[in-house]
């Protein structure tokens, strides 16, 4: 008995190290797509561009640390519960932030993504914003727009979670929200069956449809939800192809990205009315399935997108 209770004794000392030896120690460096990136100490006026990367930041409590949030109101809509987080944090843009707003509002910290808030050779970048003592924290999915990297996995949204508990000192709060998402994707995949239906996600567009390539998060939803992405041939992130290159690989199911002006609904009836894909399997069965933008992009919402398409791919 004794040695049993110095072993949960040592077993608890060791657990209380590590918790500890977790803590960041300033001044910590983290890479973020191909840079390094230094912090003095964590951010006290964060900024997050875009519905996603704020719902990630409002996730690991750091409400208090932020000076606002930008890229929501001007085309997303927010469920009650997210309005209610967010009660008290001011939008300080409705679709892009300027410089000026970021220096108006003393932010120290730029949470966005290129094709999110940021463009090679925009007035945002972190080339611009680094020099005027602004940090800026790349999502790591939309690295792709700036460097070669491997297809969208599940461990993008992991990893950005992981840098962003390190930078603000919450690595607890951000492991066990690791662990919460992983839990339930791991329920999701144990019962999938072996059958893999052709999937097209449709985000937007007439003349042209803007989807995904294999290197947006969509291909990681799709493929941990039993599904194929029919794209995932293409080595690009988000993208624009030409209905002929859908046609031919006749989707068996077609999920609608939810957000902006144009409804769900109304993207559903212009699919389905469109001449040009009327051979297509999933239209002629009507399989179509909605997921909102919060759920199609990086951030915690992705497990939510998985167990909505795993049930859409295989309802039986």
Same mark, same amino acid.
């Given at each position: 008995?004794?040695?049993?209770?110095?072993?949960?004794?040592?077993?608890?000392?060791?657990?209380?190290?590590?918790?500890?030896? =977790?803590?960041?120690?300033?001044?910590?460096?983290?890479?973020?797509?191909?840079?390094?990136?230094?912090?003095?100490?964590?951010?006290?006026?964060? %900024?997050?561009?875009?519905?996603?990367?704020?719902?990630?930041?409002?996730?690991?409590?750091?409400?208090?640390?932020?000076?606002?949030?930008?890229?929501?109101?001007?085309?997303?809509?927010?469920?009650?519960?997210?309005?209610?987080?967010?009660?008290?944090?001011?939008?300080?843009?409705?679709?892009?932030?300027?410089?000026?707003? %970021?220096?108006?509002?003393?932010?120290?910290?730029?949470?966005?993504?290129?094709?999110?808030?940021?463009?090679?050779?925009?007035?945002?970048?972190?080339?611009?914003?680094?020099? %005027?003592?602004?940090?800026?924290?790349?999502?790591?999915?939309?690295?792709?727009?700036?460097?070669?990297?491997?297809?969208?996995?599940?461990?993008?949204?992991?990893?950005?979670?992981?840098?962003?508990?390190?930078?603000?000192?919450?690595?607890?709060?951000?492991?066990?929200?690791?662990?919460?998402?992983?839990?339930?994707?791991?329920?999701?995949?144990?019962?999938?069956?072996?059958?893999?239906?052709?999937?097209?996600?449709?985000?937007?567009? =007439?003349?042209?449809?803007?989807?995904?390539?294999?290197?947006?998060?969509?291909?990681?939803?799709?493929?941990?939800?039993?599904?194929?992405?029919?794209?995932?041939?293409?080595?690009?992130?988000?993208?624009?192809?030409?209905?002929?290159?859908?046609?031919?690989?006749?989707?068996?199911?077609?999920?609608?990205?939810?957000?902006?002006?144009?409804?769900?609904?109304?993207?559903?009836?212009?699919?389905?009315?469109?001449?040009?894909?009327?051979?297509?399997?999933?239209?002629?069965?009507?399989?179509?399935?909605?997921?909102?933008?919060?759920?199609?992009?990086?951030?915690?919402?992705?497990?939510?997108?998985?167990?909505? %398409?795993?049930?859409?791919?295989?309802?039986?």
């Amino acid at each position: 008995m004794k040695l049993r209770h110095l072993a949960l004794c040592l077993g608890s000392l060791f657990t209380s190290m590590t918790a500890l030896a =977790e803590s960041t120690h300033y001044p910590l460096t983290v890479r973020s797509c191909n840079r390094e990136v230094t912090f003095k100490e964590a951010p006290r006026h964060a %900024l997050s561009h875009d519905i996603n990367m704020t719902q990630m930041m409002l996730a690991l409590g750091l409400k208090p640390r932020m000076a606002g949030y930008s890229g929501i109101s001007g085309w997303k809509s927010v469920t009650a519960q997210m309005a209610k987080t967010l009660d008290g944090l001011p939008e300080l843009a409705a679709k892009y932030p300027s410089v000026e707003t %970021l220096l108006n509002a003393n932010v120290d910290f730029f949470f966005a993504g290129w094709d999110y808030g940021m463009t090679v050779g925009g007035a945002l970048t972190p080339a611009t914003l680094t020099p %005027l003592g602004i940090n800026v924290y790349e999502l790591t999915e939309s690295c792709a727009f700036v460097m070669k990297r491997p297809g969208a996995s599940l461990d993008d949204t992991y990893n950005d979670l992981r840098n962003l508990g390190r930078i603000f000192d919450v690595q607890d709060r951000a492991n066990a929200l690791i662990e919460a998402m992983q839990a339930r994707v791991a329920a999701v995949r144990k019962s999938l069956p072996a059958e893999r239906p052709r999937v097209f996600l449709y985000d937007s567009g =007439e003349d042209r449809a803007m989807t995904s390539g294999r290197l947006a998060m969509p291909q990681a939803l799709i493929e941990a939800a039993g599904g194929r992405n029919v794209l995932d041939d293409i080595d690009a992130s988000w993208t624009r192809v030409n209905w002929e290159s859908v046609v031919a690989k006749n989707p068996q199911v077609i999920v609608i990205v939810d957000y902006s002006e144009v409804s769900a609904e109304q993207k559903q009836r212009f699919l389905e009315s469109n001449p040009a894909l009327q051979s297509v399997d999933a239209i002629r069965n009507k399989r179509f399935v909605v997921i909102p933008y919060v759920e199609a992009t990086p951030g915690i919402d992705n497990v939510k997108a998985i167990e909505t %398409l795993a049930k859409a791919f295989h309802p039986q």
